[in-house]
């Protein structure tokens, strides 16, 4: 297939048709085109851009590309959370099993970490045993008995976005609002679910820096999204530094469970309340932003929510111990301590940073090819603007590899400051794109136990 | 050899220093990079262009990506001539003999024709035993001995411009001016001549269609040329028409002998003359226009720019014979013959539509490994505007298979017009870029047999 004709009518700035993008789309899946010309093809579009139309077209030919999920046959609505990726971004493993407690069906595909952003999957994996490589019909039965599985975006569903994703991250053209679009809906209109929450980070420790950029990434989501009959509502939240006080795997698991067991950090809290809540509304399942927070509230604090967790992990393979301090997950053979070399104020440390010597320590991916070691991790000792005393632990640095944790440990030690004054409180919650349009969001006025 | 970082710094527009090109460069050469990322990395400098900075280090990196020669022990000055290609062009058969009449040494690689235009070395190798592929010794044995050898663009010679060539062609990237120049100047530079002059096509059949895009790349062609420190100048003629009467590769040997016997079409010999005058100017062999004008033209009318011609030839194994008639160039094995349906002045053709045809009738090639039919061609037997009778010869359509020289026929049927009005004559000469900036340019008034 020559994709010559269709290059030069994108260079060019033309709108294609349907069938032109379908043949560009069928030209990746079947591999039958050569990559320079796919790479050339992708490159005008980054220049270019694409009309509504054309996003859609490409969305649908990509969801098309592979297997698409009927879940018909389900009583319960389902809904699903997309985050644009973040640094400590664990709200998956909380938000899948709160959902099912509100009454939704939670058919979640995730993806593996790469760069400084971590992977659901990966998280997941760390827990000893867990499988998240269901086949059709076990995923659909656990569906339908437990009503979510975690498994991974297999190379059935929309094959054409793995291999346009795996070409656009060698050839510079990431950057692109409609190929961006057409990577995260394609698999979700796969994937199935009649409603979508995306949360859309926004910050240094993000792929979107500004909320402008952000907003217009937003925007083309939520309309591409109603162009297929998905429900779908956008919430903008700051990524600037990691999300609770772990980052890594095993860790990351550990501080979800906490969560899920009412306590855990409270910005790990809210904004799974605020993303499941927002769910719980979309479905249909609760009246009021109030009530839907009350309800959600009331699962993690009655461990209704740790419950379906533990089910889901249980199914899955996976062995906790909910009983046990730790959660019976196994220790890091390694670990180096942080201390504040002067009394002060902790700054909240920069997410793309802290993500990056994360990735170092063994806890992600530079290349997709690196193995992940699951008990890699940095446990924050206090929380962000915290008062410390000089000589006081600010943080720990576990992993399997005694020179990497060492490295990181002194890397770590550079990038975090101690200051005189307290850090002003950064807002987590940005703004948020619903049937009102672009406005601000407030956290419902409910106490932590309610 | 990972390209990412440049694509990403060429796509934001900044301007890369001379390593980064020559990474580049040496990427392309060596073929250690992907194909997609050289891609991306061309359509992103179609986009964001390049500086005179980049043009030069790009120039250079693929000049010498491969061997460069030197004429610095030739006593003649050395001289050649490039043109950005159209239909009927075959000046340099007849300009090389005649730039050496005059005193210059002219080394010339040609390439082969691809798309609706012609290329030297396939009207070359349409000679009977013909050889375009001499090794250096005997290239420079040649240029010494005869002070012209015409060959082929080897593998040796800039390597990377042949390999990003082809790359360009199939990814939309070929319309870029810095690409443009630094795969023309890099060929010319490593070739070696100390001056160059430029036969810029503008019109219908050429790749520039208007003449502001033809001065943007010849003013980049010249100020790149004197970066180097070659002497050049750029005239801009005018390819609406095919040049001459004829277009295929035998007919356009035989037409470009009698234009070397004195004779032949005046639009070829004038621009052959124009551009022979310039190159003996800028080799310092003639003081004025005028004066190199009339020696040219006398070297034409006199024979000895065809017995050095006939040297040529006879040194690169070709067989002709210069007494007979048809020169002992072999006839095509079918023709067919186009009337005037109805009396009036015959219409200037369309360039690239002929060209087209020619390339169907076999005379040139639709992709890079087509066999080309070296006695193809198409024959008009009379001028543009000259006045027919109803049923008078207008051309003639040759070749081997006669199938295509039917198919031929019909096709130049329906592109020919015979119009009641002869038509306005068009002017050849647009314009040159020299010393003095970009002005008119007129043809010396020296009549034909001077």
Redesign the interface.
């Known amino acids: 297939m ?1 994709l ?1 004709p269709l ?2 009518a994108k ?1 060019a700035g033309y709108e294609l048709d349907e069938t032109q993008i379908h043949t560009f789309v069928n030209a990746v899946s079947t591999g039958a085109t ?7 093809f ?3 579009v ?2 270019k851009g694409m009309t509504r139309n054309e996003r859609v077209a490409l969305t649908r030919a990509m969801a098309e590309s592979g297997e698409t999920l009927d879940w018909s046959a389900l009583s319960a609505p389902t809904a699903d959370k997309h985050s644009t990726g973040g640094v400590g971004d664990k709200i998956s493993l909380i938000l899948a099993p709160l959902a099912v407690a509100l009454g939704m069906a939670v058919p979640m595909l995730s993806g593996r970490g790469l760069g400084f952003t971590g992977g659901t999957l990966d998280k997941l994996e760390s827990i000893p045993g867990f499988s998240t490589d269901l086949d059709r019909a076990a995923f659909a039965k656990q569906m339908a008995e437990i009503g979510c599985g975690l498994i991974g975006q297999s190379g059935s569903i929309a094959p054409a976005d793995r291999k346009l994703y795996s ?1 656009r991250d ?4 990431v950057e692109s609002l409609p190929l961006i679009v057409s990577s995260i809906l394609s698999k979700k209109i796969a994937a199935g679910p009649a409603s979508l929450v995306i949360d859309l980070k926004v910050g240094r420790g993000a792929f979107m820096r500004d909320l402008a950029s952000a907003q217009a990434l937003g925007t083309a989501l939520r309309e591409t999204a109603h162009d297929f009959g998905r429900r779908c509502t956008v919430l903008f939240t700051a990524m600037d530094a990691p999300l609770g006080l772990t980052v890594g795997n095993r860790p990351e698991v550990v501080e979800s469970l906490e969560v899920l067991a009412g306590n855990g950090p409270e910005d790990i809290r809210d904004l799974t309340l605020a993303l499941t809540s927002e769910m719980a509304l979309l479905a249909g399942l609760s009246a009021t932003a109030h009530e839907a927070w009350s309800r959600a509230t009331a699962a993690l604090d009655d461990g209704s929510a740790l419950r379906i967790f533990g089910d889901i992990v249980l199914a899955q393979g996976g062995r906790l111990d909910l009983q046990a301090k730790g959660w019976g997950m196994p220790a890091a053979a390694h670990r180096a301590v942080l201390t504040a070399p002067v009394a002060g104020h902790l700054v909240d440390p920069d997410a793309r940073k802290v993500g990056r010597i994360a990735v170092d320590l063994g806890a992600g991916r530079q290349r997709a090819e690196d193995e992940v070691d699951g008990s890699a991790g940095i446990i924050f000792a206090r929380p962000w603007g915290a008062s410390l005393a000089r000589g006081e632990e600010i943080a720990f640095i576990e992993g399997a590899d005694p020179a990497r944790v060492d490295r990181a440990a002194e890397a770590l030690g550079d990038v975090l400051e101690v200051a005189a004054d307290p850090p002003t409180p950064a807002s987590l919650f940005l703004g948020i794109l619903d049937d009102a349009g672009y406005h601000s969001w407030q956290r419902p006025d409910i106490s932590r136990r309610s």
């Open positions: 020559n010559l290059i030069l260079r050569p990559d320079y010309q796919i790479s050339a992708l490159m005008a980054f220049f070409l060698v050839t510079g053209t």
